[in-house]
């Protein structure tokens, strides 16, 4: 599996755009990249999913340049509810199934969010 | 939580007992997946399972077992349990538009 390097911890303000970058240098051709969100007790959620270039939904964008050895995820205008720890995930599907992946989490990045 | 159950969702056990942890999906996913969660680790792979009795390895197998005789659950076996092992385990089932979806977490701790 792909070894992802992400900051361990990050401070914003309520209103701020904040942007985390992850490193995966040794991203396989077939390596998707996917983003995931924890509270605390709580199993990590989706937050988005990219290949190459900008993918954009309601909760988030991802930037993957070209060469695919990096991606940032970007949270707009955060809020106190968005502290959490945030995960980039590199992985390949399973025996070319649409649905399997085994995706190493690592160590996240603790998104602090204050007034 | 998507249909995926984990029971329990807390365990206390001794050292050298047998543990196993259950994980039940009601939307018939093929693929499902057990993760430990450390302090200073994050969520580390310890095995996966890609159909009924199809099972593989994930980055921390060793002293863990699993199974799956059925598509909705997948078994999580700690043989004989140590204190290493105490940890939160979560299982997953992935899908293709959302990635991942985990259950609540079951804590384990080992004394």
């Known amino acids: 599996l792909a070894k992802t390097t992400q900051p361990i911890s990050m401070d914003s303000y309520e209103g701020q755009e904040v942007n985390i970058t992850c490193s995966h240098n040794n991203i396989a051709t077939n390596d998707y990249i996917t983003w995931y969100q924890q509270f605390p007790s709580q199993g990590p959620r989706f937050i988005i999913q990219?290949?190459?270039t900008k993918v954009t939904n309601e909760v988030a964008s991802l930037f993957i340049p070209a060469d695919r050895k990096s991606s940032t995820l970007s949270l707009p205008r955060v809020s106190l509810s968005d502290t959490a720890v945030y995960y980039c995930l590199v992985g390949f599907r399973i025996w070319n199934s649409n649905s399997g992946y085994a995706l190493n989490f690592g160590k996240g990045t603790s998104l602090l969010v204050t007034p | 939580d998507a249909g995926i159950t984990q029971s329990p969702r807390h365990k206390v056990t001794e050292t050298g007992t047998p543990v196993t942890l259950r994980c039940h999906q009601t939307e018939n996913h093929r693929y499902m997946y057990w993760y430990r969660q450390d302090p200073g680790h994050g969520l580390r792979l310890i095995h996966y399972?890609?159909?009924?009795?199809?099972?593989d390895k994930g980055e921390v197998s060793d002293g863990y077992s699993v199974s799956r005789s059925k598509t909705e659950d997948f078994l999580l076996t700690l043989e004989s349990a140590t204190s290493s092992q105490t940890s939160v385990y979560f299982c997953?089932?992935?899908?293709?538009?959302?990635?991942?979806?985990f259950g609540s977490g079951t804590r384990l701790t080992v004394v």
């Open positions: 997953a089932i992935s899908r293709e538009t959302h990635g991942y979806t």
């Open positions: 990219g290949y190459k």
């Open positions: 399972s890609y159909g009924v009795k199809d099972t």
